[in-house]
């Protein structure tokens, strides 16, 4: 293996470009599903590659509870610098683990206090909230809602609170917690992917724009109430789930619907900036793939001729 097998490790440092690339030019839900997919697939095979090392790199630490065939020079060898990274590996396995369970248990500790929220309220699409606070969001779950404040419809006109409501719509329709999700698990495992998660967040924002700016048919109401609603929330922490003003650069997505709709093709040019950003990110993942399944498939065989 040699190595190669560190190059799961190196790749996410692409994350950067791909992010920038991605949500500057490719259409908001292309972007995201490309975005988020990359970004699971270069943390499964990170997290894959420091496995490989710590079964390796630790075979030769004393009480191990591996077979002792495993730290033969043989072994040992198809790890660079394996008693040091062997060592290194094994804080680096606990804290990814438990980062990914924290962000999960965070998850749902969230949503359920959320749903709390709303006991004792009618089971209608829209809850409404008493409160002087301004703020929306999706709140997903066996009864997909929305939630608003009443301080929030306060402060919006009766069409751009239709634009709200079809936003936050889009959000439980397409589910976007999940890519998230996906996205905050990924940044957790390694901490080149941070960028990827702010694009994702980011590239939801714009599909959930655009799609709700679609479904009324006008682009300059939904750009006025994603403003109003910033305005309106900027002094307000942010919202449980994905929401109306956040996550994201404001000025950017009210930019972006006062200017020309998103490409539609399925699949830019790669001589274009967008083609270059989608071959970049699908390259990076299946290198990074490639890598890590001939890292693992190379460390069995191994592994089983030293067991024999």
């Known amino acids: 293996m040699g190595l190669f097998v560190l190059l799961p490790l190196i790749l996410p440092l692409t994350a950067w470009p ?60 198809a790890v660079p610098f394996d008693e040091v990274m062997g060592r290194a590996s094994i804080p680096a396995l606990v804290a990814v683990a438990c980062a990914a369970g924290w962000t999960l248990w965070h998850h749902r500790r969230v949503r359920r206090t959320a749903e709390a929220a709303l006991t004792g309220l009618p089971p209608s699409p829209v809850a409404v909230l008493p409160d002087d606070v301004p703020y929306a969001y999706a709140l997903p779950g066996r009864r997909d809602r929305v939630v608003v404040s009443t301080a929030m419809l306060a402060c919006l006109t009766g069409r751009e609170r239709r634009a709200l409501f079809a936003h936050e719509r889009v959000h439980l329709a397409h589910r976007h917690h999940r890519f998230l999700l996906v996205a905050q698990l990924a940044a957790r495992a390694h901490p080149f992917l941070r960028p990827l998660r702010t694009a994702v967040a980011y590239s939801a924002e ?15 109401l939904m750009a006025r109430a994603v403003g109003k609603a910033a305005l309106v929330c900027r002094d307000t922490p942010a919202p ?36 270059l950003a989608a071959w970049i990110a699908a390259g990076g993942a299946a290198a990074s ?20």
């Open 18 to 77: 791909i992010a920038r690339l991605a949500e500057q030019h490719l259409h908001p839900r292309r972007a995201t599903w490309l975005l988020a997919g990359v970004t699971a697939v270069l943390a499964t095979c990170s997290t894959l590659c420091v496995a490989l090392i710590a079964v390796v790199g630790t075979a030769a630490v004393p009480g191990n509870p591996l077979p002792d065939s495993w730290s033969d020079p043989q072994v040992r060898a």
């Open 206 to 220: 714009r599909w959930a724009d655009e799609e709700a700016a679609r479904l009324l048919g006008d682009r300059r």
């Open 240 to 275: 449980t789930f994905a929401a109306l003003a956040a996550p994201g650069p404001v000025p950017r997505r009210v930019a972006a619907l006062l200017g020309p709709g998103p490409p539609a093709a399925a699949w830019p040019p790669a001589r274009t900036r967008a083609g």
């Open 289 to 308: 793939a490639l890598s890590s399944l001939n890292a693992a498939v190379a460390l069995m065989v191994i592994l089983r001729a030293a067991t024999m």
